[in-house]
């Protein structure tokens, strides 16, 4: 394993620290170790027996190959890329892009690798208008990345059909083969009509690897590299994980007692989980986080048909912006939250705080330090307060934010995932009540075969004058 991979520190949920009623113990531990164990047997297990491509993303060196190959075709020239994708087919992006690109890429030529990167994940027509007014001139210079597994994704969909019909009066039928790149199912689904049929470079969502697993596939390492991140360190971050993840110890893995600690505290009163990175480059990873986790946990039935609506509800804030906006409800407000703080030991970038003016010499102590020491400073403070109100703790340490232990972040988060879901006696890879709101959407929008659909829809949604003040 290379040097600088993530930790995971638990120390704070302990009963040592908080108190036995809102802490663990160490025979409580002990316990979840025992209930966890034969967890890990299963999902790796599952994974031999292909259930779950996701872990196996990280050894796609086919994937890497293809990927490089169209960067290498597609980025001369390439001024703006513009990934058109929703949920599992935008989330990881973004985090990729916020955690391992300068805040001002897109701003300032001289800090960019790669083309500026617009990530739209929804159908707001004035975002979209804004940007299209003025890309509008810029469309020759512009790739578009459309992401949908299932290629019927009203959002998505819409998206792309706005750009294609852009494309094809600016560019013509070759402009829109020049400038799309559309990643998708390798067989099936709208999408991978279209494309065919108009003849567009595609990427592939792998086989059964659900959005939210896919940051790691075609899906994600695209506009990454397209943007001059290392891939192939991310991957290998992952892939290093992969060997702390998959071990049968209990106590060395730490996706398992990542998992435990949230599945003891979702039956002991504490069924919201806050994450909260110390780092602006890692607040979209605790986004990405909140998606894989609600849509993977949150579930109706379990596996043996057990009406259990279960699942632990993700939240993500960011230190310090959030101590200013949230620390006083988690602190005073219910202790029904566990925390978990991403802390970064080295920033790669710095600054010293000046000296403060002769009228204001009670800022002083702060001239001389480094901003990183009170980023960092504020989370200890932060957490010190939280655990005086006797709140559960845990913190991802990260060495530095690189593609490395970002890759091993993606890697551990998912796999604790999978524990979670086990743990949980829940299917942690579906999304049926996803599904629901896609196709009332369609209905909504008179899409031939939802009629039905749209009667049961209207009488619940449509405006009740008698209640409109
Ligand atoms: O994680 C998931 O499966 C979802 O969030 C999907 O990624 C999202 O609904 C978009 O679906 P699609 O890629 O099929 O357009």
């Keep these: 394993m290379a040097d600088g991979q993530i930790k995971f520190y638990y120390k704070n949920v302990m009963a040592d620290v908080i108190g036995s009623a809102d802490g663990i113990t160490t025979a409580q531990l002990n316990e979840l170790e025992q209930k966890t164990i034969p967890v890990i047997s299963q999902i790796n297990q599952e994974r031999k027996e292909g259930k779950t491509p996701y872990r196996d993303l990280p050894y796609k060196d086919d994937s890497v190959k293809e990927v490089k190959e169209l960067v290498s075709e597609l980025k001369d020239g390439c001024e703006n890329l513009v990934v058109l994708g929703i ?39 004035v975002q979209l208008s804004s940007f299209l007014n003025w890309a509008g001139d810029k469309v020759d210079k512009t790739i578009f990345n459309v992401i ?86 991310l991957l290998a971050g992952a892939k290093d994980m992969d060997s ?37 480059a890692l607040k979209d990873l605790a986004d990405w986080y909140r998606q894989l986790w609600a849509e993977s946990l ?22 310090t912006t959030d101590q200013h906006s949230q620390v006083q409800l988690y602190r005073e407000g219910p202790n029904d939250k566990i925390f978990t703080f991403l802390e970064v030991k080295e920033f790669s970038d710095d600054l010293t705080i000046a000296e403060a003016p002769d009228c204001a010499p009670e800022l002083n102590f702060l001239a001389g330090s480094k901003m990183s020491k009170l980023i960092n400073s504020e989370k200890k403070a932060t957490e010190y307060a939280l655990l005086q109100d006797k709140r559960p703790c845990m913190t991802v340490l990260f060495d530095k934010v690189t593609p490395y232990t970002i890759g091993g972040f993606i890697y551990l988060f998912e796999v604790t995932t999978s524990i979670a879901g086990a743990l949980f006696n829940i299917n942690t890879y579906d999304q049926p009540a996803v599904e629901l709101g896609k ?21 619940l949604t449509e405006i009740d004058e008698d209640f409109l003040i």
């Design 439 to 459: 196709e009332a959407a369609f209905a909504l929008m008179g899409r031939e075969g939802f009629e039905q659909l749209a009667q049961d829809i209207l009488p």
């Design 298 to 319: 949150g579930k109706a039935s379990d596996l043996g048909g057990n009406e259990v609506h279960i699942g632990p509800t993700p939240i993500k804030a960011l230190g």
């Design 148 to 233: 949908s597994k299932s290629g019927r994704t009203a959002e998505t969909a819409s998206q792309f059909l706005i750009v294609r019909k852009m494309l094809l009066d600016k560019l013509g039928s070759d402009g829109l083969k020049s400038h799309v790149v559309a990643t998708t199912d390798a067989k099936q689904g709208t999408l991978r009509q279209i494309a065919t049929e108009a003849g567009l470079r595609t990427l592939t969502v792998p086989d059964g690897v659900g959005g939210r697993f896919s940051v790691l596939s075609d899906v994600g390492l695209f506009s990454a590299a397209m943007c001059g991140i290392d891939i192939e360190s």
């Design 244 to 280: 702390k993840v998959s071990s049968g110890d209990f106590y060395k893995n730490p996706a398992a007692i990542n998992a435990a600690i949230n599945y003891y505290y979702y039956n002991h009163g504490k069924r919201n989980s806050v994450m909260m990175p110390y780092s602006y």
């Design 87 to 125: 949920g599992g087919s935008a989330l990881g992006n973004i985090a990729l892009q916020t955690s391992l690109n300068p805040y001002m890429y897109n701003i300032d030529d001289g800090q960019r690798k790669g083309p500026r990167l617009f990530i739209f994940d929804n159908v707001d027509p």
